[in-house]
């Protein structure tokens, strides 16, 4: 039997995208819980907290388990795939049991686990093939996770129809398992690189916390995140309240995603050529501030000036997108690349805060004014405060921290 090769995009690239097309599927919740809601007899809301249970756990499994990755990438995607193929298949099983909790079991803290490691996994080992394309790899990568949901979309909708919601979990845990299962198979670090291990792996957590550049990393990764959140969870929301018709929202849903996954690759291959990667996040925070403050000076959802809301959903989206693909070459620029399964795990301990508050900030927001420019204007100010952390706290030096 004829060896498989051995290079960047079959030990890498492939792998990479075959485990984080499958995880990133998790954002197609939205898509699924109305469906959901109504089979169990449950409201949306007490639904939507598998989600957002999701979500914590990925951030938190990535921030506690980033040492497993650092050891072995074969254990820690091996346990991704069982974990996220099984808390897929429990929750179409809970799902027809008709039990909540089961669902918040399965889908919130099973297949969390399976997120968190598998968003991991393959990061470093990217980063290690291309060695002097790191941005673009991890945005390949990274757009993988975003663009899942423009690809499982379309499929979920017609399994739904045709199978039903439970089945329909039976049937794509299989297919994600599969695909894990060979990403894991696949996965592989480049010949001689040998890893260093250290016995203390506390102590790269205690450094990061006391470390100001890695603590305005995390900020305004954390700032990035909430802002985006609070758009993205209400973007049918307010194209809806333009009068927009549903068949419009559901192309504009589309194309948001594909600007988020846009700018996932684009903003992360960009940094590449950059001196500082750093940078990436200040053009962002200036884009996301720029066409919020023209959307507010022209009064622009209530004028229901449509093209430039679709204008600053699709920019929030890309700078969304671009703020995670960039957080791993950033860190590795700033902490070398000994430990930096664990660093950036820790890091993404702001994306389970995040996943947290993004939504309920709008939520509330919007449930006390009654408007979504107020909304604007509070992304607005957390954005200034982001592009500040970035220009006065991460600093452009390298420090390396084992």
């Not at 999701?54 to 990438?73: R, T």
């Not at 995390?218 to 049918?236: D, H, R, V």
Request: aromatic share 10%; charged share 10%; hydrophobic share 50%.
């Amino acid at each position: 039997m004829k060896a498989l090769p051995n290079n960047k995009w079959v030990r890498a690239a492939i792998p990479a995208l075959l485990l984080h097309c499958s995880i990133g599927t998790v954002y197609c919740w939205s898509l699924l819980k109305g469906d959901i809601a109504e089979y169990i007899g449950h409201s949306k809301s007490e639904v939507e907290w598998a989600f957002s249970i999701a979500i914590f756990v990925l951030g938190m499994s990535a921030a506690f388990a980033g040492h497993i990755v650092e050891k072995d990438i074969h254990k820690s995607s091996l346990i991704s795939t069982i974990c996220f193929a099984a808390g897929f298949a429990g929750t179409g099983l809970f799902i027809h049991l008709k039990s909540l909790i089961g669902i918040y079991i399965c889908y919130g803290l099973i297949m969390g686990i399976g997120l968190g490691l598998g968003y991991l996994s393959p990061v470093k080992t990217l980063m290690l093939w291309f060695s002097k394309q790191k941005g673009l790899a991890t945005g390949l990568a990274v757009a993988g996770f975003g663009l899942a949901k423009v690809i499982a979309s379309p499929i979920m909708t017609a399994l739904m129809e045709s199978v039903g919601i439970v089945n329909l979990f039976y049937i794509l845990a299989v297919v994600y398992f599969i695909m894990m299962f060979t990403g894991h198979l696949l996965l592989k670090k480049p010949d001689g690189w040998v890893e260093e291990h250290d016995s203390d792996t506390s102590k790269t957590a205690v450094n990061m916390i006391k470390n100001p550049t890695f603590i305005g990393i995390w900020l305004m990764f954390y700032i990035n995140i909430t802002c985006g959140l609070a758009l993205i969870s209400q973007e049918k929301d307010i194209l809806n309240a333009m009068g927009v018709p549903l068949a419009v929202i559901s192309v504009v849903s589309s194309l948001t995603a594909i600007f988020n996954a846009g700018g996932r690759l684009g903003f992360s291959a960009a940094a590449d050529k950059l001196k500082d990667r750093n940078s990436i996040y200040k053009v962002i925070f200036i884009l996301c501030i720029s066409f919020s403050v023209i959307t507010i000076l022209t009064n622009g959802i209530n004028n229901k000036l449509v093209f430039l809301a679709i204008i600053l959903l699709c920019i929030v989206n890309a700078g969304y997108g671009g703020g995670f693909s960039n957080l791993p070459t950033l860190l590795s620029d700033r902490f070398g690349m000994k430990t930096i399964s664990q660093v950036h795990g820790i890091a993404l301990s702001a994306w389970a805060l995040a996943g947290l508050t993004g939504n309920q900030l709008s939520s509330l927001i919007v449930a006390k004014t009654g408007s979504f420019t107020s909304v604007l204007y509070v992304t607005v100010v957390l954005y200034t405060v982001a592009l500040l952390i970035s220009i006065f706290l991460v600093k452009p030096t390298k420090e390396h921290v084992a």
